[in-house]
């Protein structure tokens, strides 16, 4: 159904009215049918709807508890956000980019910066790229941990949120240290960091993620192996590779489908090729391969994996240097005039930035490629054939943000 | 202080024996009184446990630093709160919905005897009036989704007719074992059987004697089987996680009550946790042992200070199996529709209907325990 491009207002598709003999009913005669109609109900998800993670608002056609169709209709949120890139200089517009995937908004600085510098030629100090990669690392950390424990809330268990939100509670304590802020932190400028790291901090996350190591094993008590939790995930919403790759699905709903994709590792961007680190795929071990609870996995996994190249970067990080590239220290900065496209990998995927500069301060085009749009796209054919309750967990497993979807 | 005992005492003896019509209006106002305290302590007891589940402090403002009247003020603030009722509603439903759903779990609690005296409504037919008495509540449920005209209050008032209806009957089959056992549904005489002594002397003179019989969850497997399929389908009954689809939060935003407010949202909160204690209550009296403390020693006491303290161990149970349904409902994710709906029919009913037939098999012989072994 990926052609039809209805619009919510459509009409549903009529069904046949089903007809049942009721057999020895003696106040009928014997050949007469009963005439039980059927009829869809469209339902309105959203867009203040708790399970669609914002305004996302989903018109579902429903039989019973079944959804026959899907229709997301999104857009509740958008800013402008790509026009606004062209009407103020890109440094100006850094924090902007904090806004739309706003659960890991030092992906989105550090994707929009590297396409900067990669027009604009900066090149950027080895310490600034060593306290990128760990900030980075960090958010990605506190994304996953919130897309957990609102997945676990999406299915009925409130309390693995609370754990979640207590380790990314020390995540936002260490990356506010830092930067000041706690959701837009503005931390990435182009060539380089906003500051350099304050005295302790070090020390403080490799105090955190000793800890965090040992309570990542407490989701798995939790969560991941509760027999209801199975029963919830495990061969629901299940996703081919070849349909994944077909919609351009991209990060960790990608790798659940068990392609073993991750930009980090395929196009390595800052130092990640100096990093040694694994990227987890979903096997199918409770299930099929890439149903919702390989898509959970995986992310429970990947966290580990960041805290792994977090340690690797702590230990390599050079003591002293600077953390801004030379060039880029004023308000006029002016990049050359070019294009290019640089994605990296935000914790959901894929995020893109396609720009076109003219040599001067704004760029002439900006394009985000923002993963949780395109991901988004897949629900459409997903959710038919499932039921109500399982929509909402095929809706949690895909892990939108919609400030990212409509921008 | 001396003198307060005797005055209780004959406070309490003419209230229970001389004057009946006067006890049955203290029974009723004790009821209301009991059924609002009883809500507050236990939505405050929710929201404790809760965050201590959750690593959160929960109430620490209101009341004292364990925000003891965090529930009274939430109370009031909804006692104050604009009655709203959508235009397009069948808006004399939607304003009865509510008093009908709490109908049932109210009259319910007229027949639960708290302690050998302290009963509103001793009937003979103990068991089977709460059993019948607390299914109005999904009529009243089923009022409230219709009358809404709100999508998403009919699939919670579809999904709680279905779901109840099917838990009726486990639980009820379940509770039938014991009443097979005790010959009586008389909840008082079943508790009686429980504390029944030894040597068949009724009239004991000392405060502790031994029961044979114990408490009907211990009194042989198939009791056992019983108590734990009655508790999980009264966990369905009275809407409780992982059961709780009728109000789904993520699903189906708030269910049935999603467009009530004000006082009439708080009805259904009262239901709730009335049902909650009714549930809680039945176990503790059919398969605890009622007020008796200690399975096989049961305690001989009256007057007062006895009903007193019945009345404490009673509650305390029952607080207990409240507490347990909390811990499960924080613990646990909420099962899907089919889900429920297998659990019921292909495990519950099977189970309770084979505990049923084996403990009449049982009581044929005349065992208790495994033939051969015990």
Not at chain 1, 55 to 78: F, N, Q, S
Not at chain 1, 244 to 263: E, F, H, I
Not at chain 2, 194 to 212: A, F, I, N, T
Request: with cysteine; aromatic share 12%; hydrophobic share 50%.
């Amino acid at each position: 159904m990926a052609d039809a491009m209805t619009t919510s207002g459509a009409a549903a598709p009529t069904q046949p009215a089903k007809t049942f003999a009721l057999p020895g009913d003696p106040l009928r005669p014997p050949d007469t049918f009963v005439d039980v109609r059927t009829q869809e109900l469209q339902i309105n998800m959203g867009p203040q709807h708790p399970s669609t993670h914002g305004v996302l608002r989903l018109a579902i056609w429903v039989d019973g508890e079944i959804v026959t169709r899907a229709d997301p209709d999104i857009g509740y949120l958008h800013r402008c956000a790509e026009k606004i890139g062209e009407s103020v200089s890109c440094i100006q517009y850094v924090p902007y980019t904090d806004r739309y995937d706003y659960l890991a908004a030092m992906n989105n600085n550090l994707g929009y910066c590297l396409a900067v510098e990669k027009v604009a030629e900066v090149e950027v100090p080895e310490r600034a790229q060593y306290i990128r990669t760990i900030a980075v690392e960090l958010n990605r950390i506190a994304s996953h941990l919130v897309a957990i424990g609102t997945y676990g809330l999406d299915l009925g268990a409130f309390t693995p949120f609370f754990y979640a939100f207590r380790e990314r509670e020390e995540i936002l304590r260490l990356l506010e240290w830092i930067c000041g802020a706690r959701l837009t932190y503005n931390f990435i400028r182009i060539g380089g960091v906003m500051r350099d790291t304050p005295a302790g901090w070090v020390e403080d996350i490799r105090k955190f993620l000793d800890l965090f190591e040992t309570r990542l094993d407490e989701f798995n008590d939790l969560l991941t192996h509760n027999h209801i939790f199975v029963a919830r995930t495990a061969n629901v919403g299940v996703l081919s590779i070849e349909e994944a790759v077909r919609y351009g699905l991209t990060g960790p709903n990608l790798r659940g489908s068990g392609l073993r994709y991750d930009l980090r590792r395929e196009q390595p961007y800052l130092l990640y090729d100096r990093f040694q680190f694994d990227i987890p795929v979903g096997t199918g071990i409770k299930g099929q391969v890439g149903d919702c609870w390989d898509r959970y996995w995986v992310r429970l996994l990947e966290m580990r994996e960041s805290v792994r190249i977090v340690r690797q970067a702590l230990d390599q990080l050079p003591t002293g240097g600077e953390i801004m590239a030379k060039n880029v220290r004023h308000l006029a900065f002016k990049s050359k005039a070019g294009e290019g496209y640089l994605g990296i990998e935000n914790p959901r995927g894929e995020l893109g930035y396609y720009l076109i500069s003219d040599g001067g301060a704004n760029s002439y085009r900006s394009r985000i490629r923002a993963p949780s749009f395109c991901n988004l796209s897949i629900l459409e054919s997903m959710l038919p054939g499932t039921m109500l309750a399982d929509a909402v967990a095929i809706i949690g497993s895909i892990d939108i943000v919609l400030g990212e979807v409509d921008r | 202080m001396d003198s307060l005992v005797p005055f209780l005492e004959g406070a309490w003896g003419w209230a229970t024996s001389s004057a009946f019509t006067f006890s049955m209006i203290l029974s009723v106002l004790g009821v209301v009184a009991f059924i609002s305290v009883w809500a507050m302590f236990a939505v405050w007891l929710e929201r404790k446990a809760s965050a201590d589940f959750q690593v959160r402090l929960g109430p620490n403002r209101v009341g004292g630093r364990f925000g003891l009247l965090q529930t009274l003020a939430d109370g009031l603030k909804l006692a104050f709160k604009e009655d709203l009722i959508p235009r397009d509603s069948d808006k004399f439903l939607f304003a009865v919905a509510p008093a009908v759903a709490f109908c049932g779990a109210f009259a319910a609690f007229a027949a639960l005897p708290f302690t050998p005296a302290i009963t509103a409504l001793d009937i003979n037919l103990g068991v089977f009036f709460i059993v019948a008495v607390t299914a109005i509540g999904v009529i009243g449920v089923l009022m409230a989704g219709w009358s809404s005209n709100n999508k998403w209050s009919l699939y919670g008032a579809m999904r709680e007719a279905a779901q109840l209806i099917s838990y009726e009957i486990p639980s009820a089959l379940a509770l039938m074992v014991p009443v097979l056992v005790t010959g009586s549904l008389n909840l008082k005489e079943i508790v009686g059987f429980q504390c029944l002594p030894s040597d068949g002397v009724l009239d004991k003179e000392g405060l502790v004697y031994l029961s044979d019989h114990g408490w009907l969850a211990f009194y042989s497997p198939w009791t056992f089987v019983a108590f734990i399929v009655y508790y999980i389908a009264s966990l369905a009954e009275c809407k409780r996680a992982p059961f709780d689809l009728p109000e789904a939060e993520s699903e189906l935003v708030s269910g049935f009550h999603t467009e009530y407010s004000g006082m009439r949202f708080s009805f259904f909160f009262l239901e709730e946790y009335g049902m909650m204690f009714v549930v809680s209550a039945v176990a503790a009296l059919v398969f605890l042992g009622g007020w008796q403390p200690l399975p096989f020693i049961s305690l001989n006491m009256g007057g007062f200070l006895g009903n007193l303290f019945f009345l404490g161990v009673f509650l305390a149970k029952s607080v207990f199996l409240l507490w347990v349904q909390i811990w499960l409902r924080w613990t646990l994710p909420r099962m899907r529709v089919d889900q429920v709906m297998v659990m019921g029919y292909k495990y519950l009913i099977p189970i309770s209907l084979f505990a049923l037939l084996m403990m009449a098999v049982y009581e044929h012989w005349g065992v208790r325990y495994l033939p051969g072994l015990f």
